[in-house]
């Protein structure tokens, strides 16, 4: 399992379009990675990014820490935000800074 320290935009670029599995708390939801945005300066290797993913309806989300899972990042605990809602359900962030 990679570092989340050492994670980079490319790292998570093979998995745009992917469904992961966020978990927490007893809940597990599928969500698509829809989008990465990069860009801004930041201490990590390769600078800021953000991922952007899609998930269902129900059951919405609050902004929290999840589990995030996928078979070429392994389980990463992710701090998700929940930012928009959508007819397809609610949109996730995750920031790197």
Not at 9 to 33: H, M, N, R, S, Y
Not at 44 to 55: H, I, K, T
């Amino acid at each position: 399992m990679p570092d989340p320290t050492n994670l980079t935009a490319e790292d998570f670029g093979p998995l745009e379009g992917d469904t992961v599995t966020v978990a927490a708390d007893g809940i597990e939801i599928k969500a698509t990675l829809v989008e990465i945005k990069t860009g801004g300066s930041a201490l990590r290797e390769g600078g800021g990014f953000a991922l952007l993913f899609q998930g269902p309806a129900e059951p919405g989300l609050a902004q929290a820490t999840y589990q995030v899972s996928h078979a070429a990042i392994g389980t990463q605990h992710l701090f998700l935000v929940p930012v928009a809602k959508t007819e397809a359900g609610y949109q996730y962030e995750a920031i790197f800074t």
